[in-house]
């Protein structure tokens, strides 16, 4: 960064922001195999939050290579730098008071550990979406498994690329085990018991 760039602080900051939209900032960072259920569950549990009335943002894997990241390919360097470009738009984004949901494989802990690094203190959440690569490769919705192993993709998670499972994430869903419906509460119950999120919890029913 050039010796000429200075941070700019404006009136308006992170507290005003989430004062108004009466929420609690926060990034829920979604990690797992392909096909585990990262961008299914997100999606149920911003579904809800949004009926509840919180304001939310749903950063998917495979929208922002449609833009933000087209540019990346599948390397390790470029996996990184996918993960670096989130993490600071997550960063933004809670920032401006919203509760940011990213689904992301992720697959090293350090690029998940520098943007838990970027936030302030307790407001990143890593959840684990724990599904055996078994039961990814029998789900295979857009069929990447089994190019993989026609050799067809390279460097493809959990194939012939590495994926570094959590070692402290704060939710850890058994997604082979659990429906999409528990998964949601098990992520409800957490965030309120942490005070991530206001009010009571009861365990809700997703829409069908």
Request: some cysteine.
């Amino acid at each position: 960064m050039s010796s000429n760039v200075v941070w700019h602080s404006h009136p308006v900051d992170q507290e005003t922001r989430a004062k108004q939209k009466s929420q609690r900032p926060l990034v829920i960072w979604f990690t797992g195999l392909s096909a585990s259920g990262k961008s299914t569950i997100a999606g149920a549990l911003e579904q809800i939050l949004t009926r509840q009335g919180y304001h939310t943002y749903l950063l998917d894997g495979d929208n922002v290579r449609h833009g933000l990241c087209k540019d990346l390919g599948f390397g390790d360097a470029d996996r990184q730098e996918n993960i670096r470009r989130v993490g600071e738009v997550s960063k933004l984004m809670a920032d401006s008071g919203l509760i940011v949901l990213a689904a992301f494989i992720s697959p090293f802990r350090a690029d998940r550990r520098i943007v838990r690094e970027i936030l302030p203190e307790g407001q990143f959440v890593e959840v684990f979406i724990d599904a055996p690569l078994n039961v990814c490769r029998e789900r295979d919705p857009k069929g990447l498994y089994a190019k993989a192993e026609r050799g067809e993709i390279r460097q493809f998670t959990g194939i012939d690329s590495p994926y570094e499972t959590p070692e402290h994430a704060e939710v850890r869903i058994q997604a082979g085990e659990v429906s999409v419906a528990a998964a949601v509460n098990q992520l409800l119950d957490y965030l309120h018991q942490a005070d991530a999120l206001h009010g009571g919890y009861e365990p809700v029913e997703l829409e069908a």
